[in-house]
């Protein structure tokens, strides 16, 4: 018989390597970076020195970084669509129906594409002549609402919606993944409870509202949760597509120009903090709402 | 409440696929129906071609004098309780039973009155605000048929209900359905493998195999008089003894019949369309072979193989020198204790060995 003492120690010993990895590459830097952003750090002889809160005060002024914060806030925009586009399109794969693993298949490769080549690929699409545009203007003249059969929108040039358009890219990226995750949920579903909503007379609508959403509210809340860090965290769509111009700088693309760009170490260090606050305010606010009422 | 009549129902799968084969049955207003067989046989399919969640390849399926084969489910005035419950976990037991009738747009005070209705038949009254999965399996099936009766519906179907509790709960649960079919009068019809639900609830019993109806009557003309060696050695826990052998003597009043090593069996059969050496197969059911003296006319020498005590009855396990088919032989708890290897000599009384042709048919039997 094992003593309790000999029992918590196996037990630990079962977790070190994950936490020694987790410890290692996640709270190590997340405390490092807590810390820096409380000092001024100086790259050159790696010195810090305690600032009292000075790199707050900056960012709480700065018209930049207010800018980069409201672009993020914009951007989660692109977490419902994404989220209803995702479970209304898991629902119709859901079918046992010749070919449906080929769509699910199809629907999930933009997420193993890689985020650079997808975006070069995106380019084309937004570009001036690009194939949006010629396919909208190949549209609206075929319907006799453009003179000329191509249009001339300057997708990732336009302030007013460049930003836009790069949540498009987000939103045909993520999809898949999405996808498979409430396709999970979906499946999780005994038949006989859906069997059973449509003896008590519920149509499709019904079925789908009353029974299919509620059962699947836990994946609901991964998925919005994921979804919004994502969203928040926009950055290398921006950096890919837009390169933070025309009204696309994020807050944490600000993160990444301060610390590598301007070597600010202390003030990028002080935006990731805000805007992991940000993603924690947004989590309680899930999770108060898809969470299982106690 | 209402008939269920089906006329010559088949169901394919595909074109080669078929699982239920040109299906006729007569349901009446009222009656507690039992569909019985084994897995595969096509029991299931057929109750859910009745409440309208497959479709009907062909036939006709009247409910009360209504053609419903192309009427949608839930507007056939049928409710169904499914074996894993199916209630809706996001809802209160109360919001699972009123949800037919909220979506049909009944007032909040009927729905009310009628789950509490539903609940105090069911006595579930103190658990309709909780949610599923604080209930245990028997709560579950009763919310489940409540959600049933606050339909209101002209016909029940029950599909293995019972199969996920566990042997006490079943026991319990199997009384209350008798007594609820007997409260409410409502025709039912219950699917199930488990031949003691069958035997216990049923007025009548459709035993179906291989997508067809074997045979249907009520639990004890099924018992005493099955009408081939299917529901012969399908009805009856132990099954029913069942041995090869050749016909001696066939005529209109005792037919005899010769097993392995010459054994000699009488039946009170009626076996004039058969001729001698025709092959045949005798049954009889364990508690029917008599423990006799080893001067009794007719007396086969055999020898105990196993013996097992149930405390009513006891199950010994005997092989006839010769025979190398175990039979079952039950008898009264009272019976002289028997042990492995004893040497007995039984008989098997002619009135109740039945034989059966070589398709498997029964012979009729001649009263005593």
């Given at each position: 018989m094992q003593s309790a003492r000999n029992y918590t120690t196996t037990a630990y010993l079962f977790l070190a390597p994950a936490l020694i990895l987790m410890g290692i590459f996640t709270f190590w830097p997340v405390g490092y970076n807590t810390w820096l952003a409380f000092?001024?750090?100086?790259?050159?002889?790696?010195?810090?020195?305690?600032?009292?809160?000075?790199?707050?005060?900056?960012?709480?002024?700065?018209?930049?970084?207010?800018?980069?914060?409201?672009?993020?806030?914009?951007?989660?925009?692109?977490?419902?669509?994404?989220?209803?586009?995702?479970?209304?399109?898991?629902?119709?794969?859901?079918?046992?129906?010749?070919?449906?693993?080929?769509?699910?298949?199809?629907?999930?490769?933009?997420?193993?594409?890689?985020?650079?080549?997808?975006?070069?690929?995106?380019?084309?699409?937004?570009?001036?002549?690009?194939?949006?545009?010629?396919?909208?203007?190949?549209?609206?003249?075929?319907?006799?609402?453009?003179?000329?059969?191509?249009?001339?929108?300057?997708?990732?040039?336009?302030?007013?919606?460049?930003?836009?358009?790069?949540?498009?890219?987000?939103?045909?990226?993520?999809?898949?993944?999405?996808?498979?995750?409430?396709?999970?949920?979906?499946?999780?579903?005994?038949?006989?409870?859906?069997?059973?909503?449509?003896?008590?007379?519920?149509?499709?609508?019904?079925?789908?509202?009353?029974?299919?959403?509620?059962?699947?509210?836990?994946?609901?809340?991964?998925?919005?949760?994921?979804?919004?860090?994502?969203?928040?965290?926009?950055?290398?769509?921006?950096?890919?597509?837009?390169?933070?111009?025309?009204?696309?700088?994020?807050?944490?693309?600000?993160?990444?120009?301060?610390?590598?760009?301007?070597?600010?170490?202390?003030?990028?260090?002080?935006?990731?903090?805000?805007?992991?606050?940000?993603?924690?305010?947004?989590?309680?606010?899930?999770?108060?709402?898809?969470?299982?009422?106690? | 409440m209402a008939s269920v009549s089906l006329r010559n129902i088949r169901k394919n799968y595909t074109r080669d696929v078929t699982v239920i084969r040109d299906v006729s049955l007569d349901i009446d207003d009222g009656e507690f129906i039992v569909f019985v067989g084994p897995s595969g046989c096509g029991k299931s399919t057929m109750l859910r071609m009745i409440a309208g969640l497959e479709d009907i390849t062909g036939g006709e399926l009247y409910i009360g004098e209504t053609l419903a084969n192309d009427i949608h489910a839930s507007k056939r005035g049928i409710a169904m309780v499914f074996q894993s419950y199916a209630l809706y976990p996001h809802m209160s037991?109360?919001?699972?039973?009123?949800?037919?009738?909220?979506?049909?747009?009944?007032?909040?005070?009927?729905?009310?009155?009628?789950?509490?209705?539903?609940?105090?038949?069911?006595?579930?009254?103190?658990?309709?605000?909780?949610?599923?999965?604080?209930?245990?399996?028997?709560?579950?099936?009763?919310?489940?048929?409540?959600?049933?009766?606050?339909?209101?519906?002209?016909?029940?179907?029950?599909?293995?209900?019972?199969?996920?509790?566990?042997?006490?709960?079943?026991?319990?649960?199997?009384?209350?359905?008798?007594?609820?079919?007997?409260?409410?009068?409502?025709?039912?019809i219950y699917v199930t493998h488990d031949q003691v639900e069958a035997m216990t609830l049923a007025d009548r019993i459709v035993v179906f195999h291989a997508g067809l109806i074997q045979q249907v009557g009520s639990p004890l003309d099924l018992y005493e008089n099955p009408s081939n060696l299917f529901v012969a050695g399908f009805l009856g826990s132990p099954k029913m003894n069942l041995l090869a052998g050749v016909m001696l003597e066939c005529g209109d009043g005792l037919a005899s019949l010769s097993l392995q090593q010459g054994m000699i069996v009488s039946a009170r059969c009626n076996a004039s369309h058969l001729r001698v050496h025709d092959k045949v197969t005798m049954g009889i059911r364990p508690e029917h072979i008599r423990l006799v003296s080893a001067d009794t006319a007719g007396a086969l020498a055999a020898q105990v193989d196993l013996i097992e005590h149930l405390g009513d009855v006891v199950l010994a396990y005997i092989e006839i020198p010769g025979i190398h088919e175990v039979l079952c032989m039950k008898l009264p708890g009272s019976a002289p204790a028997l042990a492995y290897g004893d040497r007995i000599h039984i008989a098997f009384p002619p009135e109740h060995v039945l034989l059966f042709d070589h398709e498997g048919n029964a012979l009729p039997r001649l009263p005593a």
């Open positions: 000092h001024d750090y100086a790259i050159a002889d790696g010195s810090a020195t305690w600032n009292s809160f000075a790199h707050f005060k900056y960012i709480y002024n700065e018209a930049l970084f207010h800018h980069a914060l409201k672009n993020s806030l914009l951007y989660l925009l692109v977490v419902p669509c994404i989220q209803l586009a995702a479970l209304v399109m898991a629902k119709l794969v859901n079918n046992r129906l010749p070919g449906m693993t080929f769509f699910r298949a199809t629907y999930y490769i933009p997420v193993i594409t890689a985020i650079s080549v997808a975006g070069v690929a995106w380019a084309f699409v937004y570009k001036y002549d690009g194939m949006l545009n010629g396919f909208l203007g190949w549209a609206g003249h075929a319907l006799g609402l453009l003179a000329s059969p191509q249009a001339h929108i300057d997708w990732l040039g336009d302030p007013g919606i460049a930003i836009y358009a790069v949540m498009g890219f987000t939103f045909w990226k993520g999809l898949g993944y999405y996808m498979v995750l409430y396709l999970a949920g979906l499946q999780a579903i005994p038949a006989e409870v859906e069997e059973a909503a449509i003896l008590d007379g519920a149509n499709v609508w019904e079925r789908f509202w009353r029974i299919t959403v509620p059962m699947v509210k836990p994946t609901i809340l991964l998925c919005t949760l994921l979804s919004t860090i994502g969203a928040m965290k926009a950055f290398q769509e921006v950096i890919v597509l837009s390169r933070g111009q025309a009204d696309t700088y994020t807050a944490l693309y600000y993160v990444y120009d301060q610390a590598f760009r301007n070597y600010n170490f202390g003030r990028a260090a002080a935006a990731g903090l805000v805007v992991t606050f940000f993603c924690m305010l947004l989590a309680i606010v899930q999770f108060r709402f898809f969470g299982e009422k106690r | 037991c109360a919001e699972n039973m009123g949800f037919a009738l909220k979506l049909a747009g009944t007032p909040k005070a009927e729905i009310d009155s009628r789950v509490q209705r539903a609940a105090e038949i069911l006595e579930i009254t103190h658990l309709l605000e909780r949610k599923p999965k604080a209930l245990s399996g028997g709560q579950r099936q009763r919310v489940a048929i409540g959600r049933a009766i606050v339909r209101n519906p002209k016909v029940f179907l029950f599909d293995e209900p019972l199969s996920n509790l566990d042997a006490a709960l079943r026991l319990n649960m199997r009384v209350e359905l008798s007594k609820l079919h007997q409260e409410l009068q409502t025709t039912m």
